[in-house]
Nanobody, 124 residues
């Protein structure tokens, strides 16, 4: 069983930065595939960045590759998403999720554990 708790969302102007946190509550932190997804109103939920906890391998979709950074703090059992150069199209509810099965980093069907989400709004 895995519980996930997100925090750090908010409102920011275009070009600004935010850092999201995902607390991972489980028997072990390492060896999990944790991915940040986002969903904007009227759009499908999409994965943006994933990390294999422990070894720390990271994966990104092209739309965020040079702007977002996913990282981990193994001592705090936390996964972060640093978001820089934010654009209005980054506005969405952001969720962290842990995989129950795996064949693709950004396939939503692989993820059986979800946090409650944190809202990110980018607007001038």
């Amino acid at each position: 069983q895995v519980q996930l708790v997100e925090s750090g969302g908010g409102s920011v102007q275009p070009g600004g930065s935010l850092k999201l946190s995902c607390g991972v509550f489980a028997s072990t932190f390492s060896g999990k595939r944790i991915t940040w997804f986002r969903q904007a109103p009227g759009k499908v939920r999409e994965g943006v960045a994933g990390i294999y906890t422990g070894p720390g391998a990271t994966y990104y979709v092209e739309a965020v590759r040079d702007r977002f950074t996913i990282s981990q703090d193994k001592t705090a059992n936390t996964v972060f998403l640093q978001m820089n150069s934010l654009k209005p199209e980054d506005s969405a509810m952001y969720y962290c999720a842990a995989a129950k099965q795996f064949d693709d980093w950004f396939s939503e069907s692989n993820y059986g554990y979800w946090g409650q989400g944190t809202q990110v709004t980018v607007s001038s």
